[in-house]
């Protein structure tokens, strides 16, 4: 397909969606019920050992109680609620996950495209709930599947984490991707500063707030993943109540990675980056509208994270076949333009031609017996 559009995947830009699974939002499990649902399947699967269909039951039961586990241990880990999480007893693999058109949560799966100017898919992939996990994989499928390592990788500000930015630096990608909506600067909200809009000074290893505060290094945590940064003037700020809730004042961590984030920043502020970041969206954005749109990729049909893959893999291809045509369709609309731009010309030199000769024969005799 890249050779026949005559294109490469050295300049690629990515993006992903939310596509809604194949189950029913309706009847969803929690903790407690997926519990039960594993002792049931457990006894009915004793009591009829040969019967391949309670097995069956028992197997997915089983996978289903695994990954539930997985997520609450997560949420856990993040600080997360996890009496409001379920899950689908029927397709696991689907994340309950807010919908992008409107009709609010539903398990679902985001599938994630690399795709270059031409818009050809270059390399997708499917993942329950992450866009930016697969970032690394389909960087190394995009090699292994064209033979040309990607030179330039073009993301919207979702993709700005520390798992983004490490890979293309260690694989001399360049990589353009905003940290906020404006290009250049940090993430900003209405609510309160962020900490894009606090200033790391890298010569006296401080930062300075939105107020004109210097944050100097509070403690080190144990780990030594980060270090904190605070400073005493917080308590009579007039901006105390737009920048923290926190009775001890504003407290910035700082993480390796952060520096990358600096450096980006840097680059975004440029005109050069500016003008070739604004081609992102006219080479990847397009393509979820025609696969929600022409192919009708609302909700995949399949269950399972690997019939999910296999599925929309065939919409890929189906799209990509298309480009050509695409192609080709452009090409005769622009030789019938300019078919009929000529034809039109060639129309208008012979009705001046006429009205020349007119006037020579008609016109110019006239004008001569009146001057005598």
């Keep these: 397909m890249l050779q026949k559009t005559q294109s490469s995947s050295s300049a690629v830009a ?5 596509i809604e699974a194949a189950c029913s939002h309706d009847n969803l499990l929690k903790q407690e ?9 457990i006894r009915a699967a004793e009591k009829a050992p040969d019967n391949k269909a309670a097995q069956k039951m028992l197997d997915l039961a089983t996978k289903t109680a695994g990954i539930m586990h997985e997520r609450m241990a997560k949420n856990r880990a993040k600080g997360r609620n996890v009496e409001t999480l379920r899950i689908s007893g029927h397709e696991p693999d689907a994340m309950m996950q807010k919908q992008k058109i409107g009709r609010g949560s539903a398990p679902s799966y985001k599938p994630s495209v690399l795709s270059n100017e031409q818009r050809i898919i270059t390399v997708f992939a499917v993942d329950p709930s992450s866009e930016t996990a697969v970032i690394p994989e389909m960087l190394a499928q995009s090699h292994r599947v064209s033979g040309d390592s990607v030179d330039e990788l073009l993301l919207d500000a979702g993709y700005c984490c520390a798992s983004i930015l490490k890979d293309p630096i260690e694989q001399e990608i360049s990589l353009l991707c905003p940290e906020g909506h404006v290009l250049g600067n940090g993430k900003h909200s ?9 200033k790391y000074d890298e010569s006296t290893d401080t930062y300075t707030c939105p107020a004109g ?13 980060y270090r904190r940064y605070g400073t005493k003037d917080c308590a009579g700020c007039l901006q105390h109540d737009k920048c923290t809730k926190a009775t001890a004042g504003r407290k910035i961590n700082r993480y390796p990675q ?4 600096e450096a980006l920043r840097l680059v975004m502020q440029q005109y050069q980056a500016k003008k070739r970041y604004s081609y992102r969206k006219a080479w990847v954005e397009p393509i979820f509208s025609m696969l929600r749109g022409n192919q009708q990729l609302n909700r995949f049909r399949r269950k399972g994270l690997e019939a999910v893959k296999l599925e929309f893999s ?13 192609y080709i369709c452009f090409a005769m609309h622009t030789v019938k333009r300019l078919f009929r731009s000529s034809k039109q010309l060639l129309l208008e030199g012979i009705l001046k031609m006429y009205f020349l000769c007119l006037s020579e024969k008609i016109l110019i005799p006239v004008l001569s017996k009146l001057s005598m």
């Design 213 to 225: 505060s210097l944050l100097t290094i509070a403690s080190v945590n144990k780990e030594g993943i």
């Design 314 to 326: 065939l919409h890929v291809l189906a799209y990509n076949i298309g480009r050509p045509v695409a």
């Design 33 to 41: 019920a997926v519990q039960e649902a594993l002792e049931a399947s």
């Design 258 to 261: 952060d520096e990358h984030k």
């Design 14 to 18: 990515g993006d992903g969606t939310v």
């Design 190 to 198: 209405k609510k309160k500063y962020t900490k894009g809009e606090f």
